[in-house]
């Protein structure tokens, strides 16, 4: 018996140039171009003479093409409306993407049923809607009575798009549907990802279920010929991520072997469907559990799906070859060309990622496909499925094929139906067609992923679905369209590292899903060494304290506060240093600025060390806050350059005016525990940039991160007088601000500690001093009933208890629309349960503690109290040591109940009726605070309207409200929120600056010599 192989590991994004010299390389060693060509030529003939009275994704797409404001209507009602339970917000979802469009004047040009019927549905629909409100009485009346009917037909034509995309809404239903069809069928129950344990219950019993059924009816043909079912693992585990795999790993390969053995006591097609780039590792992990078991054996049914648009297609390929032959079996294998391209960018972006885990070109996707089929082929351990709608993908497997018979192809349902009748014409290679099973307002959703990704420019099926386009751009060899290996990569799409230029470089990243990654990162942390030690700038007579950890009470490190009766001299020491630090150059200080940037990634290791000892992070939030410090200091430093440059500004004859910047002087920087390293460096820095020096008193709860940042800028070239430290309590800030040398402060913290501070501003002698305040707030989300639940629940999640809600921006108050709150806050209940609380250091844990025991006193009374009261609908469990909160929710009976921030792992839940949304946004704003908030809707009016309203500083649509990006997203808000202007925007930096104007009268030397000297 052959050696079991090693996990799978493969480099996670390698460079797009090594490919496609190898698909050059491979093309010159051989290949039948001239025969591809040719069998790809008869099929898109044979797709072209085929006509189906129904009408296919090729059909819809060419009436609505997603380029248009028609094409793109008719996708968001898809993906809405069938879920809106209530008339009120299906009218105004229906009205705003109709108005969007202009289906009233729309003439199917398509004698298919499908198209025709959705065109007219949908085009009296926007007749009813019309162009404008109307006024009169009569067409009030029409109106009103017009209303059901639009609705009737708007929803009836989403129906009819179901019931064309979608198999079945049942397995019943689907069964009977596959009967006496010669394709082979797999069905998928389109579990698109659990969120709580009763989600993973309800999945696995509706894929038992459906195996039962499906085994039921499976007839007498052998594998490969019978039917199956296609899992998907995310759906069978709440918590299906990296980090958690030591706990996926002991759950859900049992959990997954029951449902095999279901499949192989039936002799079924058992399908593990393909997941993000990130969980392919864990998904082979799991797989690999499950294939190992002796029960399997003598069962070839077992399968799982590859995407070629991931790099590490090859390796997957390789991977299950070795695991079959390891336990001396065979195993299906689907390839595909892949799903969620759009998010993998994303999401590599957002990482800050040194490359891209999928091809950026879709012919690069196009050859890898091509070459996975080729290796697939050669593979004696693997069936081969080839699941594509790309008529030169099918000719390309026909030619490679050769004389073997044993693969088969596939198509989704309701797409490719003419390809594959044009297939049938030259081959008799089986076919088998993904088939989606569920309700219609379940799976619309999925289905406009599925047209939208078909539809995309540069897809085969959006192509076909042009009959001016041309035979030879639907056959076009793709290795010629990339040519040479410098353009294997999309022109316009720029790397990670580069989407913010000329901004800032992106800071560097990790992907947790790439195990060589994170285990490189955690060795980083493990290797950071002590001691320690935060003290004061000037002298100070105090004994050094113990910095204590909330995480289990340690000594984390020693701290020696500064005395107050000593900020005086510190602030003296500081003034002697600002006339020369505010003459050097602009280009000096951002370079220094720049080189901090730098040792903050270089040294990584030692700040996320310490940010979660310190001050409790959980791995992911550590290593966000130290990206967003080496962020901030960059984009900083390419502001300067900007902002502080002389300005000439305009005048009349013989006269110069020149408008140039300067620092104020000392800037007193008082910064939070929440973000001891971010908001720390960011206020410090955006003073030294711009000529001021600074005297930085960090939080009492976090000095050690601050002292650490402070020397690291030192390293960087900032002189020591230049930035002093200042650890202490309360006591040591007021004597700062007080002080007459003070030529500014800027501030993080509570609303009370910012008033006292504006208050001392005004009361002390000297020169008036701008105070730059950011004080929290009430930041609340509303969700409608158009909103996606398991879109909401992940994004309420993020925002209300990742660094246990200890963020300024984090989700106090959800408001949701009171048809759907009961069903929401339980989803969000359901997944709360799922969060791992304990020690941040263990890589599984998704919440930490709260600061200290002073802050967890605060909210555990807070949260007895809401229970005493009844409102108390979870909260769930924490180790016993430590200054662990819960997560909790809590029912109010209306969003102004809540009038202070409760700054922790506390969510309020409040519904609203339909029809008050603008009463809603209102009764939000009138708390005072206008930092962020949230809104979920698929309503483009009432986002338009929410931000023309702008009751808050930041605004996120249909996302999490937390984790604001550098230069991206300007973090500030106004009213009891904070002064402005936003942290990391545009503006920040000129509120740390003095203005000089100098005006020369040039004439004054005898006469304008430039006027003068002015030709003719």
């Known amino acids: 018996m052959n050696p079991i192989p090693q996990p799978f590991a493969a480099t996670y994004a390698p460079p797009d140039e090594a490919f496609a010299s190898a698909f050059l390389q491979a093309r010159g060693d051989g290949g039948s171009p001239g025969t591809v060509e040719a069998k790809a030529l008869a099929l898109v003939r044979g797709m072209r003479a085929e006509h189906s009275a129904l009408g296919g994704v090729e059909d819809f797409l060419h009436e609505f093409s997603l380029s248009s404001r028609e094409g793109l209507a008719v996708m968001a009602l898809a993906e809405s409306l069938l879920r809106v339970p209530d008339d009120a917000t299906a009218d105004a979802l229906i009205a705003d993407k109709l108005t969007a469009g202009d289906f009233s004047h729309h003439e199917s040009s398509s004698d298919t049923v499908l198209v025709q019927a959705c065109a007219f ?29 639009l609705r009737v037909a708007a929803r009836q034509a989403m129906r009819l798009m179901g019931a064309h995309f979608v198999f079945g809404e049942t397995i019943e239903d689907a069964l009977a549907r596959a009967q006496d069809r010669r394709e082979r069928f797999s069905f998928d129950m389109l579990g698109e990802g659990a969120r709580s344990a009763r989600d993973a219950e309800r999945y696995f019993e509706a894929y038992a279920n459906a195996i039962r059924a499906i085994g039921a009816q499976a007839g007498e043909a052998p594998l490969p010929g019978r039917p199956g079912i296609s899992v998907k693992l995310s759906a069978l585990h709440p918590r299906y991520e990296a980090i958690s795999r030591e706990r996926v790993l002991r759950e859900l390969p049992p959990r997954v072997l029951e449902l095999a053995h279901l499949a192989k006591a039936r002799d079924l097609a058992f399908t593990i469907d393909a997941e993000e780039a990130d969980r392919l590792e864990l998904s082979l992990d799991v797989i690999a559990r499950v294939v190992a078991d002796a029960s399997l054996a003598g069962w070839e049914g077992f399968g799982l799906a590859v995407q070629a648009y991931q790099k590490r297609a090859g390796a997957v390929i390789d991977y299950v070859s070795a695991l079959a032959t390891a336990h001396g079996r065979r195993f299906m294998l689907r390839l595909v060309k892949g799903a969620y391209w759009d998010s993998e960018i994303k999401r590599a972006q957002e990482r800050g990622l040194a490359d891209y885990p999928v ?8 050859l890898n496909y091509d ?38 192809f596939q198509r989704l349902h309701g797409m490719g139906d003419a390809l594959y009748e044009a297939l049938a014409g030259m081959s008799d290679a089986p076919v088998r067609v993904y088939a989606p099973v569920g309700p219609h307002r379940d799976l619309l959703a999925y289905l406009v992923r599925r047209l939208i990704e078909n539809g995309a420019n540069s897809s085969f099926v959006a192509r076909a679905a042009d009959p001016d386009a041309p035979e030879a751009a639907l056959i076009f060899d793709p290795l010629k369209m990339i040519g040479d290996a410098a353009h ?13 230029q000329p901004l800032r470089a992106n800071s560097q990243g990790v992907e947790f899903g790439d195990r060589k990654a994170l285990a490189a990162l955690c060795d980083e942390i493990a290797a950071a060494q002590g001691p320690h030690e935060a003290r004061p700038g000037a002298a100070s007579r105090n004994a050094l304290r113990d910095a204590i950890s909330p995480i289990d009470g340690a000594v984390v490190g020693k701290v020696c ?35 901090a940037a730098d040792l903050i990634e270089a040294r990584r290791g030692a700040f996320i060390a310490l940010l979660q000892s310190e001050a409790g992070k959980t791995l992911d ?12 200091c960059r984009y900083y430093a390419g502001q300067a350059r900007l902002v502080c440059a002389e300005a000439k500004l305009p005048g009349p004859t013989g006269e110069d005016n020149r408008l140039g910047y300067g620092g104020r002087g000392v800037f007193v920087c008082i910064s939070p525990w929440n973000f001891p390293l971010a908001i720390f460096l960011g206020q410090v820095a955006a003073a030294l940039v711009t000529g001021n020096v600074v005297v930085a008193k960090p939080a009492e709860q976090t000095p050690l991160i601050a002292a650490m940042a402070a020397a690291l800028l030192h390293e960087a070239g900032v002189p020591g007088e230049v930035l002093r430290m200042a650890p202490g309590g309360g006591d040591v800030g007021a004597a700062l601000v007080a002080d007459p040398l003070t030529a500014g402060v800027v501030f993080t913290g509570s609303v009370e500690v910012a008033q006292r501070i504006n208050r001392a501003l005004a009361a002390r002698e000297g020169a008036i001093a701008p105070l730059i305040a950011e004080t929290g707030g009430i930041s609340a989300m509303i969700v409608d009933s158009t909103a996606l639940i398991e879109q909401v629940v992940d994004d309420v999640l993020a925002s209300a208890f990742r660094s246990a809600g200890q963020r300024c921006s984090a989700l106090r108050l959800l408001c949701v629309q009171e048809e759907i709150a009961p069903s929401l806050i339980e989803a969000v209940i359901g997944a709360a349960m799922e969060l791992r609380i304990g020690d941040p250091r263990e890589a599984g844990v998704h919440m930490g503690p709260v600061i200290d025991l002073e802050a967890k006193a605060k909210l555990d009374a807070y949260v007895a109290k809401q229970r005493a009261a009844g409102r108390l609908l979870y909260a769930g469990d924490v180790p016993g040591q430590g200054s662990f909160v819960p997560p909790c929710v809590i029912r109010l009976d209306r969003p102004s109940d809540l009038r202070d921030e409760i700054f922790g792992p506390v969510l309020h839940v409040a519904s609203w009726r ?6 809603l946004v209102e009764e939000i704003a009138s708390s005072g605070f206008g930092l962020t908030m949230g809104l979920h809707t698929r309503i483009e009016a009432r986002i338009l309207g929410l931000a023309r309203r702008a009751p808050a500083g930041n605004i996120y649509i249909n996302r999490n409200m937390i984790g604001a990006v550098v230069g991206g997203q300007p973090f500030g808000g106004f009213g009891l929120s904070g002064t402005g202007p936003k942290a990391g925007g545009p503006e920040y930096l000129r509120r740390f600056l003095r203005e000089t104007t100098v005006t020369l009268n040039t004439a004054s030397f005898g006469g304008d010599a430039g006027l003068l000297s002015l030709d003719e």
Not at 124 to 137: D, I, K, M, N, T
Not at 580 to 595: D, K
Not at 622 to 631: G, K, P, Q, S
């Open 121 to 149: 549905a949908l085009g009296f629909s926007a007749r009813l809607v019309g162009q404008g409100e109307p006024h009169s009485l009569v067409a009030d009346l029409a109106r009103r009575i017009g209303l059901p009917a």
């Open 359 to 366: 091809f950026t070109r879709k012919a690069m996707t196009d």
């Open 371 to 408: 070459a996975c089929a080729a290796k697939l082929l050669d593979e004696t351990r693997i069936y081969p499925q080839f699941a594509t709608h790309n008529a030169r993908s099918v000719a390309e497997i026909l030619t490679s094929a050769g004389g073997r018979r044993d693969y088969e």
């Open 488 to 500: 294997a990569r999309h022109p316009r799409l720029l790397m990670p590292a580069q989407i913010y």
């Open 561 to 595: 506060e500064t005395e107050a009766k000593d900020a005086r001299a510190m602030m003296l020491t500081a003034a002697k240093a600002f006339p020369r630090w505010n003459a050097a150059p602009v280009e000096t200080r951002a370079r220094m600025l720049e080189q």
């Open 621 to 632: 939030d550590a290593l966000a806050e130290v990206r967003e410090a080496a962020d901030m």
């Open 914 to 919: 339909a029809g008050r949304f603008e009463a």
